[in-house]
C-alpha cells in the first residue's frame, strides 16, 4: 500500500440523533465535538484548525466560538452533501504542511425538529439568482434534478425501478442492525414501489429520511497519535471535484463528479477499488448509491442495476458493504450528511460496530474503506479513502 501516513483520524462522534426536538443545532454540534474529543482522548485545547459550515452568518466563526476555540486555521467550504469530504482532505493537507497540529470538523442541524415547530419549511431552496434563475420558473425542484438523472439512466441502461428500490431494501437491512438508526424494520421491493410518487420514478422510499442530528470527526498529525485513546486511522488519499451548478450544463446525467474525485484519491492513496472492504457513499436517493459505485470503479458505467440487485450492498453477506449504519435513505440524514460517512467509516475500521461490524472473507477488520459525499445535484464529490492503523 503506497501512502504517506501523516494524518490520522483519533476521533469521531455522533450527537443525539434522529428525533431531537429540545436541542438547538448549536447545541447539536458541541454535544458531538465533545464526544469527539473524548472518543481521542485529548483536550479541547490542542485544537488549533477548525472547519464547519451551514450555520450562523460567519461559519465557521459562530461554532468555533460557541466551542471555545480560537483555532489559527479555518475551513468554511461549502459544497453541499460533499463538504466534509473536501473539508477532510483540506484539514489533512493543512496537517502535513505544518498548518496545524489538530482540526475539528463537526456539523449539527435540527433539520426535522424546525419543519414540526414550523421555524421552516419542507422545501429548501438555493435562489433565484445566477444559473437558478433559468430552471426555477419552471418548478424545477431539487429532488426533480435527480429523477430526471435517474431516469437518464434508466432510458440509457436498462436499470429498472425495481434495482433502485434494492438500493433501499439493503440500506434498511443494514440499518436493522444498527441500534441508532431511524428506521429498522425491514422493507420489500414491493413495498419500496408501492408508496407515494414523490418525483417519478422516485416513491417515498427511494428519498432520504429527515432527521435531527451532528456528528465530529478530529484529524491530527501523527505525532499527536501516541497521545490518544483511540487506535489511528489514517488518510491515505483523497480527491475532490466539480461538475455543474445548471442542469443544461451537465455533460451526461448518468455520470457524477465522483468519476473524477474517485480516480483522484484511489490514485493518491495507492490503492485500487477491488482491495477496498466497505463504502460508505451519500444516498439521498437510491439513485445516488448506485451511479456512485459506477463512478468509483466498482463495476462499469451502466452496470450499477446488475450490481445492486444481488445483495451485495449487506453487511451480512454482501461482497461489498455500502452504507453500513443504514445510510441517508433509513439511519439519519440532518441535511449536509458527509461527516456521518467519516464516522462510520472509522469506527467499522476500528472494529466497533457491534451486530453491524463489516469483516473480511477470513474473519478479520476491515483494512481499507472508502467515503464519498456528494453535493447539490451531483454537482460536487469529495472522496476520502482511510486505512486502518
Same mark, same amino acid.
Given at each position: 500500500m503506497v501512502a504517506r501516513r501523516k494524518v490520522a483520524v483519533v476521533g469521531v462522534a455522533l450527537s443525539d440523533c434522529g428525533r431531537v426536538d429540545d436541542a438547538t443545532p448549536y447545541a447539536l454540534h458541541a454535544q458531538a465535538a465533545r464526544r469527539a474529543l473524548a472518543d481521542a482522548g485529548l483536550d479541547r485545547s490542542l485544537v488549533d484548525g477548525f472547519?464547519?459550515?451551514g450555520l450562523g452568518t460567519l461559519a465557521p466563526v459562530e461554532v468555533a466560538e460557541y466551542l471555545g476555540l480560537r483555532?489559527?486555521?479555518?475551513?468554511s467550504t461549502s459544497v453541499g452533501g460533499s463538504t466534509w469530504e473536501v473539508m477532510a482532505a483540506h484539514a489533512a493537507d493543512a496537517i502535513a504542511?505544518?498548518?496545524?497540529r489538530a482540526v475539528l470538523l463537526v456539523y449539527g442541524s435540527t433539520a426535522r425538529a424546525d419543519v414540526r415547530a414550523g421555524r421552516r419549511t419542507?422545501?429548501?431552496s438555493f435562489g433565484t439568482r445566477g444559473p437558478a434563475q433559468f430552471e426555477v420558473p419552471y418548478g424545477h425542484t431539487l429532488i426533480a434534478k435527480y429523477a430526471m438523472a435517474a431516469r437518464r439512466h434508466m432510458i440509457e441502461y436498462g436499470t429498472t425501478i425495481e434495482q433502485l428500490a434494492e438500493v433501499a431494501v439493503q440500506a434498511r437491512a443494514n440499518a436493522a442492525l444498527n441500534p441508532e438508526a431511524m428506521f429498522r424494520t425491514p422493507i420489500t421491493v414491493e413495498e419500496v414501489l408501492a408508496g407515494p410518487m414523490i418525483a417519478d420514478p422516485f416513491t417515498k422510499l427511494h428519498c432520504c429520511?429527515?432527521?435531527?442530528?451532528g456528528a465530529a470527526v478530529l484529524l491530527v498529525a501523527r505525532e499527536c497519535v501516541r497521545d490518544c485513546r483511540t487506535a489511528p486511522v489514517w488518510v491515505l488519499g483523497s480527491g475532490e471535484s466539480v461538475s455543474h451548478a445548471a442542469m443544461s450544463e451537465w455533460p451526461d446525467f448518468t455520470v457524477s463528479p465522483a468519476a473524477v474525485s474517485g480516480r483522484l484519491a484511489f490514485e493518491r492513496a495507492g490503492v485500487r477499488p477491488s482491495e477496498i472492504d466497505f463504502a460508505e457513499l451519500y444516498d439521498a436517493f437510491t439513485y445516488m448509491?448506485? !451511479?456512485?459505485?459506477e463512478d468509483l470503479g466498482f463495476c462499469g458505467k451502466g452496470e450499477g442495476g446488475a450490481f445492486v440487485e444481488k445483495g451485495r450492498l449487506r453487511v451480512e453477506g454482501g461482497e461489498l458493504p455500502v452504507n453500513t449504519d443504514g445510510g441517508g435513505l433509513s439511519a439519519q440524514h440532518p441535511g449536509m450528511r458527509g461527516l456521518f460517512l467519516l464516522v462510520e467509516a472509522v469506527r467499522q475500521l476500528r472494529g466497533e460496530c457491534g451486530e453491524r461490524q463489516v469483516r473480511r472473507g477470513d474473519g478479520a477488520l476491515p483494512r481499507l474503506a472508502v467515503a464519498s459525499g456528494t453535493g447539490g445535484w451531483f454537482c460536487s464529490s469529495g472522496? !476520502?479513502?482511510l486505512g486502518a492503523g
Open positions: 472547519a464547519s459550515a483555532p489559527t486555521w479555518v475551513d504542511a505544518g498548518h496545524a419542507g422545501t429548501l429520511v429527515r432527521s435531527d442530528g448509491t448506485l !451511479v456512485t459505485l472522496t !476520502v479513502v
